[in-house]
């Protein structure tokens, strides 16, 4: 049987963003609260009864955390234009877990948008 885990966390950045609408406010440096949701499948160990030890899980959030809150992420490093896509995209690559990542959901509560992708395979 497959077991799907998740673990939750927010970060609070900021950011500009070049847009075709709304365009002056979204070039204005400008922040928001980030909730992220990470999900990971896997099988069961028998031994420890888990599928990965959500201990090391959170210890991967928070360093990935870290490289994300109370930052402009304009200047972080990889991840291109600020967008939920790419802090999807961003926060898959960094995650490190002996289980497969089956998916990562960035949203802000504050408007109302959500990203979501989907992995489901293996990473190499």
Same mark, same amino acid.
């Given at each position: 049987?497959?077991?799907?885990?998740?673990?939750?966390? /927010? /970060?609070? &950045? &900021?950011?500009?963003?070049?847009r075709a609408i709304e365009t002056e406010p979204s070039?204005?440096?400008h922040g928001h609260t980030y909730q992220v949701e990470v999900s990971i499948e896997g099988v069961k160990d028998e031994s420890t009864g888990m599928v990965v030890d959500l201990g090391l899980l959170r210890r991967d959030i928070a360093i990935l955390r870290d490289a994300l809150d109370h930052r402009l992420l304009d200047e972080v490093d990889g991840l291109g234009p600020p967008t939920l896509e790419n802090l999807c995209l961003f926060i898959a690559k960094r995650l490190q877990t002996t289980a497969t990542l089956q998916s990562i959901k960035v949203w802000r509560d504050s408007i109302g948008d959500s990203c979501a992708l989907r992995l489901g395979t293996p990473r190499s």
């Open positions: 049987m497959k077991y799907e885990l998740s673990q939750r966390f /927010f /970060f609070d &950045a &900021a950011h500009t963003l070049g070039k204005r440096i």
